[in-house]
């Protein structure tokens, strides 16, 4: 019998799943403080998170039973990767279910900056009628730098082409010729730089890319162009990039992710007319919290039955035997 605890909200195609397994007891209480977490770990052989819980080295330590810690979604910022190395604990996520809805929202940020949208709908609900104010500009024809060339890079990348934009890439990960078949060549962080109109973030947050958009990167960059980040918040420097929205060397931002998430107060991108945040909703659909639902669940049942190991982000643990 396995007992699997889920402090955070999993889409109820996920608890279904749990509930139909034989030799398995959960407790799902979906919205649990740190203390309540730790107190119920003990019991555990895996613990199912979504981005509100944080599993660091003394919840580890605390749950001396724990075989796998599943994320429902790709980030697993939130979980010391080492520690549970160290502790023998198997870190897998679903990398699958949010590519679409990501990709979705990152191409319509990019249509909110390029229009003017939200500005546009605030004034229209006051009951102005500014048309002479928000001239836009069109994708067509445009070049779209992508930074990060995964799953939803090559998702961006799709939308772009139908739009009839150019599209390039930056990925130090891929092989040289990974958007060869859809015509994106990669190339060099300044050639994205130099000749990007608009550039989309999806690379994975690590110590080494931390504030990597900063002020030196800005300067590389085309006088107007416009950011899109849905991807990491740790990517951006933001008070840099309030400063390049301010100068106009950036025309216009569009960021679902934020270096503190709720955001701080006195933020600087907050109040600036060219920055359109929204609150982390990239896998904020009823299709991506079903698939990623169902796709953890799938892999800690695997583990913990079958010993199957998919998409485990600490293979080191593997190692150990």
Known sequence: MYHILIPDNLDKAGLNMLSA???VTVQAAAKMSRDEVLSAIPNA??????????VDRAMLEA????KVVGRAGVGVDNVDLKAATDRGVIVMNA?????????????????ALARHIPAASGLMHVGKWE????????LKGKTLGLVGFGRVGKAVAKRALAFEMSVIAYDPFMPADAGAEMGVPLVSLDELYAHADFIS??????????????????AKMKKGVRIINDSRGSLINEAALAEALKSGQVAGAALDVFNHEPLEEGNPLVGLPNA???????????EAQDAVAVQIV??????????EYRNVVNPDVLKKG
């Open 298 to 307: 799938e892999n800690v049942l695997g583990a913990l039955f079958r010993g």
């Open 45 to 54: 052989q895996a613990l199912i998170i979504r981005s509100a819980t944080t």
């Open 21 to 23: 397994a034989p030799e």
């Open 131 to 138: 048309k002479k104010a928000f001239m836009g500009v069109e």
């Open 63 to 66: 749950a001396p039973h724990l």
């Open 276 to 286: 359109i945040l929204t609150p982390h909703l990239g896998a904020s659909t009823v």
């Open 201 to 218: 973030l999806h690379a994975v947050g690590t110590g080494d890319n931390k504030g990597m958009i900063g002020a030196e990167a800005f």
């Open 95 to 111: 990398p699958d279910g949010n590519t679409n809805a990501t990709a979705e929202l990152a191409f319509g940020l990019m249509l």
